[in-house]
Structure formats: structure tokens, C-alpha cells
């Protein structure tokens, strides 16, 4: 089956490409509750000293700049920002602004740059949502989750349906682009009662829909209560018929899929995360930010310190809160390249020589079955073809 996991965070290595804008990412990692199924770099929430966040932050960013300043220009500068968690809606409005404010003194913000929030309707109330975007943001992300009280029960979810409900319309009044998340696959979740939501989330003219299978991660709550003999999911083959179902009902309501878990009209794609899946480079700072820059012609991937205590000393011993710097090795560039670009519908361009490393025998069975299609080095996966993609993949890779 396919991977569920959450998309709004720096995925695998990709190629060096110098053809795309970059990106920022800023991890916020607090949370009122840590949800059971998640495996994110995120910590309760307690009392916080703002103007030393803002600080710290300020300054990891000054020192990244530096760091990659034959990539961040003005005639290069970024073309999305997405802040993301944990809960970046309990973040303080102004050190967003702060942060927003430093780039667009320096010009390295361009116009029209795709600046995006991750939100709990728990703490995305009116207020809140209204002075984040007045501090700059301008696509908010609401994780809604579930759309029934069992589900958000199941999930360990603390906000309501009715809060739920009640952030998306704020959000909608607010913010030129929203999206929602949802997971599918919860224990007993029927069908029926998907095919319900998705027609009455589908009714609200949102533009962009994420959609995600409920997969159990190791070191999550749900792995250990898995491991105790609880059963949490869906099995396979349900999950499957909750996939088919799931790209039916959105493509009907204008929201086909562009990546195996993301659905949107034409145009509303999330900028930010398609830089990810494709070949571009980003920033990241915060507790357990990664970022990924081309510099003299090498890759490297950025990762600072995940707990949040550890980062802020580190910062505050050297401006910066880095943990380890890796340099991607070229063998490494066709597996994550194929691991991130089959799961876009747009599929994943390779190099004759990259193709011929592939186990062509296992290929041309899987486009005899019409799992893959391949066009002048143009690789996709069918929508079969991403039910079965962690299968394709193993397979691919000799």
C-alpha cells in the first residue's frame, strides 16, 4: 500500500536543480496534545519565552542566509514559505511578521511568494487566524483530521466537529487559499460515511484537499498500542476501496489528485510542497527543521537539533542550531528521486543513464500491467500504480 504519511515537511533528497525559486521552512514544534498517530518533531506546549524565540529564530535564519547566499538572492529569492509543526497557530502572530519582515528587508521575498500556515481549529480561533494574516500569511492549511466525533475520538484529536466546521469558514474568509486535511482508514470508519465528507467538505468551493491514509508510524502511541494487539486501521484491502473511493469522489468535485495524497484545482497546487517533491532546494530552521541547498555543485541536506531546549542552547552558542550536514552521494539521487517523483501524477523525469539503472525486466512488467507509463524518459505512476508504489519501488531499484 501506499505511504500516508504527512506531507508538510521536508521530504526525501532530490536532484540539484537550478530552474525553481527556493523555499523556507520554519518549524514551530509546540502542540496542546500530542495526536497518537503522529511521528513529527513535536513537544507540549508550556510557558514560553516569546521575544527569545523570535531572537533565536531571527538568528538561524541570519546565519542560513549566510550559509547559502550564492543561492538566496535578490534576483533569487524565495518563492514560498511554509511555516509548520507541531501547531504554528499557537506561534506567536509577531514573530511570524518578525520573520516575514527580516526577508522582505533584504528583498528576498519574491512578489507574489505562496507564504503558508499549518492550523488546529482548536487554537485557530477568529482572532488568531485574523492576525496571522495580517502578519503576512496568506495560505492557511487547517487540520481538520476528521469530519465525525468518532473519528476525532479515534484519533485523539481535542478540538470538535463544530470547531472544525467553524475555523474553515473564519479561514475562508480570511486567506486567498485554504486547504484542509483529512485521514481516512480510522478504525471503524465506513465508506458511507467517507463518501458523506468528502460531498460536504466537497460543497465548500476549497480549492486544495489533503487526504491521507492513517498509517501507524514507529515510535508513535498507535505503534505501541498496535504492538499490544489493538487494531487502529483498516485493513488493506478496505484502505484500498477507501483510496479509489477518495480520488473518485474529489476528481468529480474538481479536486484531482497531483500527488498521491494532495488534490486540487488547476493552479492551487501547494507550491511549497511541489518544490519538495520535485528537485528544488530550501531552508529550514526551527527545532528539527531539514533543508536541502545546492551549493558548488553538491547537495546538501541540513538538519538542526529536534528538542526545542537543545536547539535555543545551540543557537545560542553559535547563531545557528545545525546538527549534522550530509552531502548527498550521486548514487542516492535516483532513489529519492523515484521515491518523491512517482508520487506526483506529473511523474518524475530521468536521465537515459538513469533509466538504464533500473531493473528493466521488473519495468517492463510493470508497464505491461499498466502500473507505470513512460514517455521520452518521462516516468508516472497510474492511480494503480500508486496503490502498489512502495511494491513498484523495491522492485525498481536493483
Known amino acids: 500500500m501506499l505511504s500516508g504519511a504527512e506531507l508538510n515537511r521536508p521530504a526525501g533528497q532530490q536532484a540539484a ?43 538561524e535564519l541570519d546565519w542560513m542566509l549566510a550559509r547559502a547566499e550564492s543561492l538566496i538572492s535578490r534576483q533569487q529569492p524565495f518563492a514560498t514559505v ?26 528576498l521575498l519574491a512578489s507574489g511568494a505562496e507564504i503558508t500556515a499549518e492550523a488546529n481549529p482548536g487554537s485557530a480561533d477568529r482572532a488568531q487566524l485574523a492576525a496571522m494574516q495580517a502578519a503576512g500569511i496568506n495560505r492557511l492549511s487547517l487540520g481538520l483530521q476528521a469530519l465525525q466525533p468518532e473519528g476525532l475520538t479515534q484519533l485523539g484529536r481535542i478540538h470538535s466537529v463544530a470547531d472544525g466546521w467553524a475555523a474553515l469558514e473564519t479561514a475562508q474568509k480570511l486567506f486567498g487559499a485554504v486547504s484542509a486535511d483529512l485521514i481516512y482508514g480510522w478504525r471503524g470508519q465506513s465508506l458511507a460515511g467517507w463518501q458523506d465528507d468528502l460531498a460536504r467538505i466537497g460543497q465548500l468551493g476549497l480549492t486544495h484537499l489533503s487526504a491521507y491514509q492513517l498509517t501507524i508510524e514507529p515510535g508513535t502511541v498507535f ?45 492551487a497546487e501547494c507550491r511549497h510542497n511541489l518544490n519538495y517533491w520535485r528537485c528544488g532546494d530550501w531552508l529550514g530552521i526551527g527545532p528539527g527543521a531539514v533543508g536541502r541547498i545546492s551549493l558548488a555543485g553538491q547537495r546538501l541536506e541540513m538538519k538542526t537539533r529536534r528538542s526545542p531546549q537543545g536547539w535555543l542552547d545551540a543557537v545560542a552558542r553559535h547563531g545557528h542550531g545545525l546538527d549534522t550536514q550530509t552531502i548527498q552521494q550521486p548514487e542516492e539521487d535516483l532513489t ?14 530521468l536521465s537515459p543513464q538513469q533509466a538504464a539503472q533500473l531493473d528493466q525486466q521488473q519495468l517492463a512488467s510493470f508497464l505491461t500491467e499498466g502500473w507505470l507509463t513512460e514517455a521520452a524518459g518521462q516516468l508516472t505512476a497510474s492511480q494503480a500504480g500508486w496503490l502498489r508504489l512502495d511494491h513498484l519501488l523495491a522492485r525498481l531499484l536493483p
Open 17 to 59: 536543480c537550478t530552474d525553481r525559486k527556493p523555499g523556507l521552512y520554519v518549524h514551530w514544534p509546540f502542540c496542546e496534545s500530542k495526536c497518537p498517530y503522529c511521528d513529527f518533531n513535536s513537544h507540549l506546549a508550556g510557558a514560553l519565552d516569546n521575544e527569545l524565540w523570535k531572537r533565536a529564530l531571527l538568528a
Open 82 to 107: 511554509f511555516f509548520g509543526g507541531g501547531t504554528p497557530s499557537l506561534m506567536p502572530p509577531d514573530i511570524i511578521a518578525a520573520l516575514l519582515g527580516r526577508l522582505d528587508q533584504q528583498g
Open 223 to 267: 505503534a505501541t498500542r498496535t504492538r499490544q494487539g489493538e487494531v487502529l486501521a483498516a485493513e488493506e484491502d478496505l484502505m484500498a476501496d477507501f483510496y479509489e473511493l477518495t480520488q473518485a469522489c474529489l476528481a468529480a468535485a474538481g479536486l484531482p489528485a497531483y500527488e498521491i495524497s494532495n488534490h486540487a484545482a488547476a493552479g
Open 336 to 349: 529519492e528521486r523515484l521515491m518523491m517523483g512517482l508520487r506526483l501524477a506529473e511523474g518524475v523525469q
